[in-house]
């Protein structure tokens, strides 16, 4: 019984900034993992990054330098800081969490970046 909703996707410029921000809700214990992930037309689903219970970080070597992967233990939510974004950056963004050896995900939310 665990939710993932996902929000703060949407139409933006190149070299603009937005926050995604998912949110965990339901009946569990403490969440291992969160992530987010990511997956553009005709591509397989990568991961962005994600954050540890111990605040281990892990980024795409694609948004490492410009984004920050960051969680509130008390709220039970990840947030994903972009910035600087690019084309390339398009895609359905997913938000994963490992608890108890079991992965969650949420449906996901597009960001679409313009020029």
């Known amino acids: 019984q665990v939710q993932l909703v996902e929000s703060g996707g949407g139409l933006v410029q190149v070299g603009g900034s937005l926050r995604l921000s998912c949110v965990a809700s339901?009946?569990?214990?403490?969440?291992?993992?969160m992530g987010w992930y990511r997956q553009a037309p005709g591509k397989q689903r990568e991961l962005v990054a994600s954050?540890?219970?111990?605040?281990?970080?892990t980024y795409a070597d694609s948004v490492k330098g410009r984004s920050t992967i960051s969680r509130d233990y008390a709220k039970n939510t990840v947030y994903l800081q972009m910035n600087s974004l690019k084309p390339e950056d398009t895609a359905a963004y997913y938000c994963n969490v490992g608890i108890r050896n079991q992965d969650y995900w949420g449906q996901g939310t597009q960001v679409t970046v313009s020029s």
């Open positions: 339901g009946s569990f214990f403490s969440i291992n993992v």
């Open positions: 954050i540890s219970r111990g605040g281990s970080t």
